[in-house]
């Protein structure tokens, strides 16, 4: 029995110090005014802030990405210039070393002009016979002195002989060309001859052809052309008979007035076939003016009589709103007494409310122990 006691003694203690640790729980949430605000959610905020901060990191990230890659880029450009100007470096270089090479001075045309060891590298002049710079005053050569004649005489009888043999057999072989070129001529002369006789044959064989077909079209369309004009003048000829008949047979010279009505309605006429009017139409017209006249006199009466009763009921509306008018401001002047009236009555009761609470009621003030026994739970 102790026992049993006992646990119940430490289920009640255990359960009044849950209830009291819920109440400090709930007193700090409710009493925390950043908790308690309302329309205020922190969490959200949180994640706000976060994703703010995740956002900005993202950013500060791709600007870093970009700053490399700009970085990269302009090393990249460095590199493409060094090489560039690398590249015009060793071009130049090649250009001039070319021109060491292969454009010497000594390779120039006027270099013996300008070569200063041109007289160190003088040859004697005799040389050779024909060499240009054994001059008159040289005192190298004298007159009637030919070293070289035998040679000469040799090498001209060969040139001679040379030239001759191809003289002769370019000459030989022109005369080949001429004659062969004479014998193609002949051929292609006749040839000609031949084409064009064939071709005056067949000129003249299609110019008579053509005379013939010409003269048979000619005289088919001279027969045609007579026929036309003769059903012509047959059509208008009997086109005129018929145009002379109608018209003496015509309702337009016979008057037929009934040529006049029109197949829309039995009161429509054709005006180009009119006749004039009939006197019994006359008469029914003047009758029905007259009536018309009658009519019209009986319309403006009843518009002038309905005039005048629209301008008694104006009249009558305009008395009746001036009256209504006054009566209104009367009214109004009344009203406006009344709620003075009425006015003056409730400041009267306020101002004797307001002097019995400050005198009977609102005698005890609350002091500052009355305001501590509040916000001391959460219920």
């Not at 400090?24 to 959200?44: H, P």
């Amino acid at each position: 029995m102790y026992k049993v006691d006992i646990q119940t003694d430490l289920k009640e203690v255990a359960a009044i110090e849950a209830r009291r640790n819920r109440e400090k729980q709930r007193q700090s949430r409710i009493f925390n005014a950043r908790f308690r605000t309302m329309g205020v959610d922190v969490e959200g905020l949180k994640n706000q802030v976060e994703e703010r901060n995740l956002r900005d990191n993202a950013e500060k990230r791709r600007d870093e990405a970009f700053d490399a890659d700009m970085v990269q880029c302009d090393k990249i450009a460095q590199m493409l210039e060094e090489e560039e100007r690398q590249r015009k470096k060793q071009l130049q270089q090649a250009v001039v070393e070319f021109r060491e090479r292969e454009q010497q001075p000594s390779t120039r045309r006027e270099w013996d002009i300008h070569d200063p060891e041109a007289v160190r590298k003088g040859h004697p002049a005799r040389v050779s016979d024909d060499d240009p710079r054994c001059g008159p005053s040289s005192m190298q050569r004298f007159a009637g002195e030919d070293l070289r004649a035998p040679a000469r005489l040799r090498l001209q009888k060969e040139q001679n002989k040379r030239v001759l043999e191809e003289q002769r057999t370019e000459r030989e072989k022109d005369l080949a060309d001429r004659k062969y070129a004479d014998t193609l001529e002949d051929k292609k002369r006749i040839e000609l001859d031949l084409r064009a006789l064939e071709l005056a044959r067949l000129e003249e064989e299609c110019r008579k052809a053509k005379a013939m077909a010409t003269a048979d079209f000619n005289r088919a369309q001279a027969a045609e052309v007579a026929e036309q004009q003769r059903l012509a003048q047959q059509r208008e000829q009997d086109d005129n008979y018929t145009e002379i008949h109608n018209h003496l047979t015509g309702d337009i010279l016979t008057e037929n007035p009934d040529i006049a009505n029109s197949l829309v309605g039995p009161h429509r006429v054709i005006p180009y076939r009119w006749k004039g009017m009939t006197l019994e139409q006359m008469e029914a017209v003047w009758k029905t003016q007259a009536e018309q006249c009658k009519e019209n006199q009986r319309l403006r009466e009843a518009e002038r009589q309905r005039d005048a009763e629209w301008d008694r009921q104006r009249h009558l509306a305009a008395r009746a709103a001036l009256e209504l008018e006054e009566q209104e401001q009367n009214f109004r002047l009344q009203l406006r007494k009344s709620l003075d009236a009425y006015n003056r009555e409730l400041a009267d009761a306020q101002k004797s409310n307001l002097q019995y609470l400050e005198k009977e009621v609102y005698t005890n003030a609350p002091t500052a122990q009355y305001h501590l026994q509040f916000n001391t739970s959460s219920r």
